[in-house]
C-alpha cells in the first residue's frame, strides 16, 4: 500500500507559476513511477506527465510540454510537479499516481495503469 499527498495548490494569475507536491509513505516509494494526472469540472480526468521510478525517463501531454517539468527525490519520497506559464486552461484538481514500472507510455499516459492515488490539490488559474 502507497499513500499519497498532495500539496501546493492555489489561485494564480495567468503566466504565474506554481509547484506541486506529492509526499508518498508505506511501501518503497522509489520503486514506483509517479505521474500526475488532472481533471477539470465536467471533464475526464487527464494524464499531464510521468516520470519513470529513477528520474531517468519522463512523458508529457503535449498541452503543458514546455511549461512543466516534474522530478522526483527518492530520498525525500516525494514528486514534483514544476508549472510554470500557467494559463486559465490549466484550472483543475491534480492529482499524483504510483504506478509499476516497464510499461509502455501508452500506458503510463492511462490512468487505470496507476495503482494508488493521492486526494488531489486544486489548482485555479484567473485570466
Known amino acids: 500500500q502507497v499513500q499519497l499527498i498532495e500539496s501546493g495548490g492555489g489561485l494564480v494569475q495567468a503566466g504565474d507559476s506554481l509547484r506541486l507536491s506529492c509526499v508518498g509513505s508505506?511501501?518503497?516509494?522509489?520503486?514506483?513511477?509517479m505521474g500526475w494526472f488532472r481533471q477539470a469540472p465536467g471533464k475526464d480526468r487527464e494524464f499531464v506527465t510521468f516520470i519513470s521510478w529513477g528520474g531517468g525517463r519522463t512523458e508529457y501531454a503535449d498541452s503543458v510540454k514546455g511549461r512543466f517539468i516534474i522530478s522526483r527525490d527518492n530520498a525525500k519520497n516525494t514528486v514534483y510537479l514544476q508549472m510554470n506559464s500557467l494559463k486559465p486552461e490549466d484550472t483543475a484538481v491534480y492529482y499524483c499516481?504510483?504506478?509499476?514500472?516497464?510499461?509502455?507510455?501508452?500506458?503510463?499516459?492511462?490512468?487505470?495503469?496507476?495503482?494508488?492515488w493521492g486526494q488531489g490539490t486544486q489548482v485555479t488559474v484567473s485570466s
Open positions: 508505506g511501501r518503497t516509494f522509489s520503486g514506483y513511477a
Open positions: 499516481a504510483a504506478a509499476g514500472n516497464g510499461y509502455s507510455s501508452i500506458m503510463y499516459r492511462t490512468p487505470n495503469t496507476y495503482a494508488y
